[in-house]
C-alpha cells in the first residue's frame, strides 16, 4: 500500500511540475532557437515511432502501386515542384528562404534516400504536427499521393540536368507555380474556389 502511495505522490509531482513548466513560459517557442539534447530527441523519437507505428496499420490494407511507372512518376515531378521544392529543394535547386526558416530543418529530399514507400505515404497523405508538414490527404487523392511518392523514390537518383529536362518536358515553370494543366479554370473561380498568392504580391483583380 504504501508503494502504491508513493508512486502515486511521484505522478502529483511529476504532473506539477509539467504544469508549472508549461505555464512558466520558460521553454523557447522561437523557430530561430533549434531544440536539443533530450527535448530534440523526445520529439524526434516520438515522431519516429509515431509514423513507423501508423504506417505498419496499413500494411495489408493499402496496396503499393508500381512506383517504377513513368507517368506516375511524372505525376509526382508535376506535384512535388508545384509544392514541396519550396521546403525540400530538388536537385541543383536550393532549399528557399521559406524552408530555411524552418524548425526542424525539412530534409532535402534529393540528397538521401526516402523512408519505406508506406511510411512516405503517410507522411505525405497525413503530414506532421509542429513541423510545417502539412496534410496533403486534404487536397488530394491517394492516387495522387502514390504519384508524389512514385517521384520521391526517383528523385534522389536525378542530376540537376536530368530533374531539369523533367520539369521542361512536363511544361512547368518555376518551383512553386501552378502549372497550366492544374490551374483553376474560368468556372471553378466562379463557384469561389480560392487561390493564393505568393507573400507580399500586390492587391489586384483577379
Known sequence: MKTVLKLLGLLVVILLASLLFI???VYNVAASNPDSG??????????????????ESLEGTVQIPKLDDAERVRTGLVHYHEMCVTCHGAPGIKVSEIGQGL???PPELARGGAD???????IVKNGIKMTGMPSFGVTHTDDEVWAIVAFLNRLPKLSPEEYQAMVKEAGLGAPGVESEEHEHGEGEAAEGHPHT??????????
Open 23 to 25: 505555464f512558466s513560459g
Open 38 to 55: 533530450l527535448i530534440a530527441w523526445a520529439l524526434e523519437t516520438t515522431q519516429h515511432r509515431s509514423v513507423h507505428r501508423a504506417s
Open 103 to 105: 524548425n526542424p530543418f
Open 116 to 122: 519505406e514507400p508506406l511510411e512516405t505515404f503517410w
Open 197 to 206: 498568392h505568393p507573400p507580399g504580391t500586390p492587391p489586384h483583380q483577379d
